[in-house]
């Protein structure tokens, strides 16, 4: 049996991590969020197990609103600061979007460090898109942009993580 003191108390430390599940036909993958550097930056751990092959464009938008086709209502690149191009990943120190990625691929893990406090996460969305990301380097309109990476196939909203080792509480039955 879990102390109820002890899961709540856990429960409220749990608001330093958030987790984002991707489970759709093309798309199957997780990504954690851990708060570091004592809430100022957050570190960004992926590992996809299902993608369609080769590189994908990955990035955090501003906006957690998953309706509409490719999750249109999730807006632009999340971003905190002064007003910046499409770039690399981090840690690059190059000029980016905060939510800047880079590209990814299955079955490989990706690690990385965000200045950006994983409370102002919460409720944002994170996005694989169908193409490879040009890094803000192509040629295209959009490369400053959104890399040029195409359209959204997997979409995730950032969410606090649940803890595995308390149980449940039971809930009581509601009268009819």
């Known amino acids: ?27 199957k993958g997780e990504v954690h969020f851990i708060s570091k ?21 990955f990035h955090i938008h501003r906006a957690g609103d998953l309706r509409g086709e490719g999750c249109m209502g999730a807006c ?9 191009p499409h770039g690399s990943a981090p840690p690059s120190r190059e000029p980016r979007h905060t939510g800047d990625l880079g590209n990814i691929e299955e079955g490989k893990t990706y690690t990385f460090l965000i200045h950006a406090p994983l409370k102002d996460l919460f409720g944002r969305s994170i996005i694989v898109h169908a193409e490879k990301d040009d890094l803000g380097k192509g040629d295209f309109e959009d490369s400053v942009i959104t ?26 039955k509601v009268p009819k």
């Open 1 to 27: 049996m879990v102390n109820r003191f002890y899961c709540e108390t856990v429960e409220r430390m749990s608001s330093t991590e958030g987790i984002a599940v991707f489970s759709s036909e093309k798309v």
């Open 37 to 57: 550097k004592q809430g100022r930056a957050t570190l960004v751990r992926a590992f996809f197990e299902k993608l369609p092959s080769g590189e994908h464009g």
């Open 76 to 84: 632009e690149h999340y971003h905190r600061g002064k007003a910046m």
């Open 147 to 172: 890399g040029h990476s195409g359209a959204r196939i997997g979409c995730a909203l950032i969410g606090r993580a649940a803890l595995s080792h308390c149980q449940p509480r039971k809930t009581r």
